[in-house]
């Protein structure tokens, strides 16, 4: 969504970032170009010394949804990731929001090979690809939130992803929550 500033709290956990990756010897910074994101990037990019760079495939999830009152999605939509008219809209499967996380992650992986970047998205798609790495499939009888039990990612949290020499997938965790 356009025009969602960090709040307070937001900044301070940006900063605390900043700090936690100043000595993890961070190479680039790419985010997803929505305004909370690239404020994270930004704040983390001035301590650590790197000027964050945009990347659409970062974005938050394209919702079909978006201007409905949030009552309608309570009462009619139990998971909106396979709820036909979601879908039928535009909106993304989570098989298509780990997909376009993945091409994200592999590209940079290729790109900054054996080096430390950061990839600053949103809540959803960074948690459909850790359900995905973490071996859970989607199967149509599994909503969204099933997949990323017991622990959603928090605002300010970080998985950590590590890759072998050939970019495969070693091991993937959060280590700040």
């Known amino acids: 969504m356009k025009g969602f500033p960090l709040s307070p709290s937001g900044r301070s956990k940006a900063n605390k970032l900043g700090n936690y990756f100043k000595k993890k010897n961070i190479f680039a910074i790419y985010t997803s170009p929505l305004l909370r994101t690239k404020e994270t990037a930004d704040i983390i990019g001035k301590i650590i010394g790197i000027k964050p760079k945009i990347n659409n495939l970062l974005i ?38 780990y997909d376009r996380m993945k091409k994200a992650v592999d590209f940079y992986l290729k790109k900054n090979k054996d080096k ?25 009888e599994k909503t969204f939130s099933s997949l990323v039990k017991p622990r959603y990612i928090p605002k300010g949290g970080v998985i950590k992803a590590t890759f072998k020499d050939a970019g495969a997938l070693q091991e993937i965790k959060p280590v700040n929550y």
Request: aromatic share 14%; charged share 20%.
């Open 60 to 97: 938050e999830v394209r919702n079909a949804f978006q201007g409905y009152k949030i009552s309608y999605l309570h009462k009619n939509v139990k998971d909106v990731y396979s709820d036909p008219f979601f879908i039928s809209h535009g909106g993304e499967t989570v098989n298509e929001i």
């Open 116 to 140: 430390n970047i950061i990839l600053v998205s949103h809540g959803d798609p960074i948690m459909a690809y850790y359900a995905f790495n973490k071996g859970k499939k989607v199967i149509k």
